[in-house]
C-alpha cells in the first residue's frame, strides 16, 4: 500500500514536500515513480529513483525545480518540489514501478495559486 | 508533450472487441522497451493493466490483451463491459530523452 501526503494550496513560487509512506512490502526492493495529472489532462511521469537511490531521472518539465528521493530505512519516497507554477497543479502519485507501476497511491493534490 | 500517441476516444457495444493503438517511435517502443497499460477511472488510482509482453497482474480479466509490433502497440478488450468505461494509457521508456512517458490517453465509451 502507498500512501501520498503533503499537498496543499501553494502560492506561485512557493515550495512544497509531497511524502509517500510504504507498507506492505520490502520498500527498499523496489523502484518507484512520481506521476501527476493536471486538471482536464492525461498521465504525466515526472520523476523516477532506484531501489538504492543511486538511479535518478526526471522529466523536463519538473527538471531543476523538484527532486526525489527515499529513506528506506522509513519506506518512505518524497518529492521537494520548488518555484512551483500554476502548471504544477495536478494530484500527484506515487507508484512501485519494477513491471510496470503495480501499485500506486490514491493520490494528493497540489494547487498552485497565480 | 507525450511521445506516444494514441486515439482520444474508442466506443463500442457491450460485447464487442474493441482496440486501442499506442504509436511511439525508434527511441521507446521500438527499441524494444517494454510496453505496460493502466485503466484509470476519475477519482481513484490507476490500475496496472498489462504488464510487458501481454502480461496480466492477478484479478485482471483476460478479456484484456495486448500486442506489440515496430513502434506501435496495441491493447485489445474483448466482451466490452460497461465496467471497462475508463481511461486507458501506454507507457514506455524513451531511450534518447532517458524519461519514462505515459501515451496521450484514450477514453473508452461503452454504448
Known amino acids: 500500500q502507498l500512501v501520498e501526503s503533503g499537498g496543499n494550496l501553494v502560492q506561485s513560487g512557493g515550495s512544497l514536500r509531497l511524502s509517500c509512506a510504504a507498507s506492505?512490502?520490502?520498500?527498499?526492493?523496489?523502484?518507484m515513480h512520481w506521476v501527476r495529472q493536471a486538471p482536464g489532462k492525461g498521465l504525466h511521469w515526472i520523476s523516477y529513483?532506484?531501489?538504492?537511490?543511486?538511479?535518478?531521472f526526471y522529466a523536463d518539465s519538473v527538471k531543476g525545480r523538484f527532486t526525489i528521493s527515499r529513506d528506506n530505512a522509513k519506506d518512505s519516497l518524497y518529492l521537494q518540489m520548488k518555484s512551483l507554477r500554476a502548471e504544477d497543479t495536478a494530484v500527484y502519485y506515487c507508484a512501485r514501478g519494477t513491471f510496470g507501476m503495480d501499485v500506486w497511491g490514491q493520490g494528493t493534490t497540489v494547487t498552485v495559486s497565480s | 508533450q507525450s511521445v506516444l500517441t494514441q486515439p482520444p476516444s474508442v466506443s463500442g457495444a457491450p460485447g464487442q472487441r474493441v482496440t486501442i493503438s499506442c504509436t511511439g517511435s525508434?527511441?521507446?517502443?521500438?527499441?524494444?522497451?517494454?510496453v505496460h497499460w493502466y485503466q484509470h477511472l476519475p477519482g481513484t488510482a490507476p490500475k496496472l493493466l498489462i504488464y510487458?509482453?501481454?502480461n496480466r497482474p492477478s484479478g485482471v480479466p483476460d478479456r484484456f490483451s495486448s500486442s506489440k509490433s515496430g513502434t506501435s502497440a496495441s491493447l485489445a478488450i474483448t466482451g466490452l463491459q460497461a465496467e471497462d468505461e475508463a481511461d486507458y494509457y501506454c507507457q514506455s521508456f524513451d531511450i534518447s530523452l532517458s524519461v519514462y512517458v505515459f501515451g496521450t490517453g484514450t477514453k473508452i465509451t461503452v454504448l
Open positions: 525508434s527511441s521507446n517502443i521500438g527499441t524494444g522497451y517494454d
Open positions: 506492505g512490502f520490502t520498500f527498499s526492493s523496489y523502484e
Open positions: 510487458g509482453n501481454n
Open positions: 529513483i532506484s531501489s538504492a537511490g543511486a538511479n535518478i
